[in-house]
């Protein structure tokens, strides 16, 4: 199979990169600005041995999703804010059931019902910290089609490999514009499937805390374990021993923190000189890459910091720039979300200036020159 | 001789935590028998439950087992049986998780037809958290929620899942534990989504509070009530005025089972290129 040049929609090169990565199921609920996912695969799964199903709520679609998963298939659902919020229940029971699958979230405004056909990027401390409970999260943010394209390969990959639900936070312009891409050719993106017990039946622990990923064997293949969202003892049975419980929580988060350099994903554009750096994301990171030329055009030397994976957060990256730069300056469609995350993250060394757009419309190239002038 | 029931059973998981006088056990061998009659192998079989005292089922027995969220069994399942339609399923839960929390999952579920098993748990009430009101709570009966009486009318949930489009629905109690076990087998048989409501008694969250002191009187309540679809077709409308009908309510083969179907339409092919 050779690349394939397509114009695409950002939500199409979502359902593309699903089937690259070998995914066979998806549920899901119509939402906007997220149902051509659903549309598209609704079409093009039953061809590429996989099924889908519309669910009566988005509850019912993570369930249906992590229940693929644990019967051995690669699984996806795709939502905005409102169904985001509905899924946040079952998305825990993802992270403590250890259940691979992706989520993708096309942000649009909020709260509640909000503006469906406008863009957001106000849902990133909902991922994070949306479900109860300490929890682990892994959470990309893709900013071109392409993107799209290979950050939902990236996160199947993820999500196997790490045995937990990852979440892709697009938004309303990224899901709808569209771009001609090439589409990788098989074989050229890496593809991860999720390992596989080599042990005898009796000696399965699908929750070993011995290691901080177990292999995952699917539901039918011969080794029967239990499955809870109770904290639960290696072999997936409740358990209230609190020794059990404190290795389980501890487990869950050492699995994304001890493989940071693993999952976290940055580009830097003109960063090396740079006096000025833009932290930005999705669409805002598109108004970015332009500010920074313009900004060089006249003379200041501003870069670029784009994080394709904003959760676990990109500290280490900002950390190398932030003490020898004068600010970072984060645009976002939030009136402070992320900004908060860059200025803990950036611990004084250097101001952070924040500036937004929570009118449903796009942050302009225009914008951020002039916010990086006033620095 | 005694039935060996521990082919089936995690030995490592009991003591179990269900209240002296549950009915829950009786229901639990019911369906051991059930599933060993059928010749399910214990690897091909799911037993997917919600959350409540009947959901902590699936933990004592030997299968894949499946414990989710609130009400959310049928969902789950849904996403199993769709990935791997070889597995036979069985999903089961409280009145509670069923009716009210995973109301709109029971009557979609009931309306696609997938190929599973639903066993509803009645006992109505909720038990694990003490003996609150339930969708199946009798007009005027108490409940730590209803200290003045139950307010609301209670669901019939047979004849729920018959209007939800359900292809099997039938009914039975903890008393019953042969017809119950005989039950399950056709509704195991059957192909398409099988609902099977058992009647039974939580004389620690239901019965105290409400003239049925005892385990064994809860059990006699269930003889005294039911009634077969043979007794009933004999009896008036006054006769039957506060029993119910137990066996299989309803029955239809004619409809498609939702996974054959999509594989039908679709052209589903099983994977050439794809990664």
């Known amino acids: ?375 | 001789m005694a039935y060996n029931y521990e082919e089936y059973i995690r030995k490592g998981r009991l003591p179990h935590i269900w209240c002296p006088g549950c009915g829950y056990g009786i229901i639990m061998k019911s369906m051991i028998r059930a599933i060993a009659d059928m010749g399910w192998s214990k690897d091909e079989t799911v037993i997917a439950s919600g959350i409540g005292c009947a959901s902590r089922l699936p933990g004592y027995l030997d299968f894949n087992t499946l414990h989710t969220t609130h009400g959310r069994s049928l969902a789950f399942a849904t996403g199993i049986k769709l990935a791997n339609p070889a597995l036979k399923i069985v999903a089961l839960g409280g009145d509670g998780d069923m009716s009210a929390i995973g109301g709109n999952h029971f009557i979609h579920a009931c309306r696609r037809n997938i190929d599973m098993t639903v066993i509803i748990f009645n006992n109505n009430i909720y038990g694990m958290t003490g003996g609150q009101y339930s969708p199946t709570t009798p007009a005027g009966a108490k409940a730590t929620t209803a200290p003045f009486g139950m307010l609301e009318p209670d669901f019939d949930l047979c004849k729920l899942a018959i209007a939800a489009g359900a292809t099997f629905v039938g009914r039975s109690t903890s008393y019953h534990a042969l017809p119950m076990e005989k039950l399950f087998k056709e509704a195991f048989s059957h192909k398409g989504l099988s609902v099977v409501e058992i009647i039974t008694g939580c004389p620690t969250g239901f019965g105290r509070k409400n003239n049925q002191k005892t385990p064994a009187s809860m059990l006699l309540w269930q003889k005294d009530h039911a009634v077969t679809q043979k007794m009933a077709e004999k009896m008036s409308a006054e006769e039957l005025e506060g029993k119910f009908v137990t066996g299989i309510l309803h029955q239809d083969t004619s409809k498609n089972e939702y996974v054959e179907n999509y594989d039908k339409v679709t052209g589903f092919t099983l994977e050439q290129g794809g990664k």
């Not at chain 1, 199903?53 to 509850?59: G, L, P, S, Y």
């Not at chain 1, 169904?83 to 509640?112: D, F, T």
């Not at chain 1, 936070?169 to 514009?177: K, N």
């Not at chain 1, 890459?289 to 313009?294: W, Y």
Request: aromatic share 8%.
């Open chain 1, 1 to 375: 199979m050779e690349r394939e040049r397509k114009f695409l929609q950002g939500n199409d090169a979502v359902a593309l990169g699903a089937l690259y990565a070998g995914c066979k199921f998806f549920a899901g609920y119509p939402i906007t600005p997220s149902t051509e996912v659903a549309e598209r695969l609704a079409a093009w799964l039953p061809s590429h041995g996989g099924r889908f199903i519309q669910m009566e709520d988005e509850i019912s679609a993570m369930a249906a999703v992590i229940g693929a998963s644990l019967a051995g298939a690669k699984s996806l659902t795709a939502t905005s804010g409102p169904g985001m919020s509905l899924k946040l229940e079952n998305l825990g029971y993802g992270y403590m059931a250890e259940v691979p699958c992706v989520i993708l979230n096309v942000m649009r405004g909020g709260p509640s019902t909000g503006t469906p056909t406008g863009p957001g990027q106000s849902d990133i401390m909902q991922a994070r910290w949306g479900t109860h409970g300490d929890h682990p999260c892994i959470a990309l943010t893709p900013s071109t089609v392409y993107e799209q394209f290979s950050q939902t390969v990236r996160a199947f990959n993820l999500a196997e490999k790490y045995r937990m639900p990852v979440i892709i936070l697009s938004d309303e312009i990224i899901g709808h514009m569209r771009e001609a891409i090439e589409i990788p050719a098989k074989g050229e993106l890496e593809v991860i499937d999720r390992m596989m017990p080599a042990c005898s039946a009796e000696d399965y622990k699908p929750y070993d805390n011995s290691q901080l990923v177990s292999p995952l064997a699917p539901f039918g293949a011969g080794y029967r374990y239990h499955v809870t969202g109770l904290n639960h003892d290696e072999y997936g049975f409740p358990t209230n021993s609190s020794r059990l419980i404190g290795l389980q929580e501890e487990r869950l988060l050492a699995k994304v923190e001890e493989n940071y350099d693993d999952i976290v994903l940055t580009e830097h554009f003109h960063c090396d000189d740079a006096e000025y750096i833009i932290f930005a994301f999705g669409s805002s990171a598109r108004a970015s890459k332009d500010a920074v030329l313009n900004l060089r055009k006249k003379g200041i030397k501003a870069g670029l910091l784009k994080p394709l994976t904003i959760w676990p957060f990109p500290d280490k990256d900002i950390l190398k720039y932030a003490g020898k730069v004068k600010g970072f300056l984060v645009p976002e469609l939030s009136l402070g979300q992320t900004v908060r995350e860059v200025s803990r993250a950036v611990g004084g060394r250097c101001k952070v200036e924040h500036i937004y757009r929570v009118d449903s419309e796009p942050i302009s190239p225009a914008q951020i020159e002039k916010a990086v002038e006033a620095m």
